[in-house]
């Protein structure tokens, strides 16, 4: 019996993160209410408050269970460092970009954090994790252009910081302007040749260290 409890509760949990998910995608985060939300779930607001404190904790919720491809990706890259930098590289940004086309979640969080969500005011702690993830994913591959370096993949004088910016940039700004219009284009199709035109500019143009100017001494 208190299994068949455990799993009725599960289960109203996660048809509520379905529910929040779907109203969520449709209306915006803002103008989305508790009560919508339970009403879509077809459970009373009583359970919604029984599994979310509030409409932050159950968006946040929501986004925990979507995975982040290119965080993943990333955490598993830092494990071997015997790897050739710019293939890891490769890797990332390609498996981000295919994980994204052909996960319907993955498609629905991108959708809902970067275009139906207003992070600002009650949403302004999920604004501040936002930026911390993006800040240590930008740190990880700052490091996989570290080695790179290291490895003679890239010029010496990379500046692996604005390198970093560029390459987080180019993906997340892809996957931006792609959720928008997943009609436009085969993303999975075209993912090899867009990962190869962003490895191949950044060997051909990397952007390089500003050297010091000395200045004279009268």
Do not use: N
């Amino acid at each position: 019996m208190v299994r068949r409890t455990k799993e009725a509760a599960a289960e109203t949990r996660e048809q509520l993160l379905e529910a929040a998910e779907r109203v969520f995608r449709k209306r915006g985060v803002t103008r989305t209410s508790l009560a919508r939300i339970a009403a879509t779930a077809g459970v009373t607001r009583g359970a919604v408050y029984w599994h979310f404190r509030d409409k932050i904790d159950l968006f946040d919720a929501m986004c925990a269970r979507a995975t982040s491809p290119m965080q993943a990706l990333l955490d598993r890259a830092s494990e071997d460092a015997r790897a050739g930098a710019l293939a890891t590289l490769r890797t990332i940004c390609l498996q981000a970009l295919i994980h994204l086309a052909t996960d319907s979640r993955a498609q629905a969080f991108f959708e809902i954090i970067f275009h139906k969500s207003e992070l600002v005011g009650e949403m302004e702690r999920l604004a501040h994790r936002h930026e911390r993830e993006s800040k240590s994913a930008r740190k990880r591959i700052e490091a996989i252009l570290r080695r790179a370096i290291a490895q003679r993949e890239l010029p010496a004088d990379t500046d692996p910081v604005i390198a970093a910016h560029v390459v987080h940039g180019f993906v997340i700004g892809l996957m931006h302007e792609w959720v928008i219009d997943p009609s436009a284009y085969d993303l999975a199709g075209a993912a090899p040749s867009i990962v190869e035109l962003l490895v191949a500019g950044l060997c051909a143009h990397p952007p390089r260290k500003r050297r010091a100017i000395r200045r004279r001494t009268p």
